[in-house]
């Protein structure tokens, strides 16, 4: 089993629409987790970060994490043609990088938004 | 801010050529990454660097080098170029303190070896 796991669709979707991305994990020690947004032909950008269980909100967005069942997920509301992207999932068991702390992504997701 | 620059944006290379992507960071990050991204393969990790000087290997460091003599500077040296090499290479850096602050990603530089 891969340390993280992400459909990678694509998934289209009318605007408005609520759009739910997810990931699952196999690490338990996996402690901070965050998505990113990476735009055709351009490099990933941080969207959310969470630490640990729970949920955040940001805007129209959402990210949840459920350690439990090793399973996040993000949320988006009222999804705009500019959500367009391909959304990747990452995850680390510290709070820097290097060595054992460097994020592990998942493989991406390709979100459409139709007008 | 510039963030993280890389260059060159495109480069075709024949098969068996030697180039060097470069990339430079105006932010003192101490932490920088170099990834390839294949479709529908996500980012693997190539090298990564915790400072100028320090320098270890990634998930898939073969038939590439790396060197950090500044902060600012992580260089991407491919030797006798392979076109398995061909793909989207990105560079990133973050401070090293938070992993709340993310990773900075550049814009990327698209190889194709032929």
């Known amino acids: 089993q891969k340390e993280v796991e992400q459909d990678p669709g694509p998934l289209s979707v009318p605007e408005g629409a609520i759009v739910s991305l997810n990931c699952t994990y196999s690490?338990?020690?996996?402690?901070?987790f965050m998505w990113y947004r990476q735009y055709s032909r351009k490099g990933p950008e941080l969207l959310m970060y969470t630490y640990s269980s729970g949920n955040k909100e940001d805007g129209r967005f959402t990210a949840q994490v459920d350690k439990s069942s090793k399973y996040i997920s993000l949320f988006i509301r009222d999804s705009q043609p500019s959500d367009s992207a391909t959304y990747l999932c990452?995850?680390?068991?510290?709070?820097?990088?290097?060595?054992?702390?460097?994020?592990?992504f998942g493989k991406g997701t390709k979100l459409s938004v139709k007008p | 801010n510039a963030g993280v620059t890389q260059t060159p944006k495109f480069r075709i290379l024949k098969i068996g050529q030697s180039m060097t992507l470069q990339c430079t960071q105006d932010m003192n990050h101490n932490y920088m990454y170099w990834y390839r991204q294949d479709p529908g393969m996500g980012l693997k990790l190539i090298y990564y660097?915790?400072?100028?000087?320090?320098?270890d290997k990634g998930e898939v460091p073969n038939g590439y080098n790396v060197s950090r003599s500044t902060t600012e500077d992580f260089p991407l040296r491919l030797e006798l170029a392979a076109p398995s090499q061909t793909s989207v290479y990105f560079c990133?850096?973050?401070?090293?303190?938070?992993?709340?602050?993310?990773?900075?990603f550049g814009s990327g530089t698209r190889l194709t070896v032929v």
């Open positions: 690490n338990s020690a996996f402690q901070y």
């Open positions: 990452a995850m680390s068991p510290m709070n820097y990088g290097g060595s054992q702390g460097n994020l592990i």
């Open positions: 990133a850096s973050q401070t090293g303190k938070k992993a709340n602050y993310g990773y900075t």
């Open positions: 660097s915790v400072g100028a000087g320090i320098t």
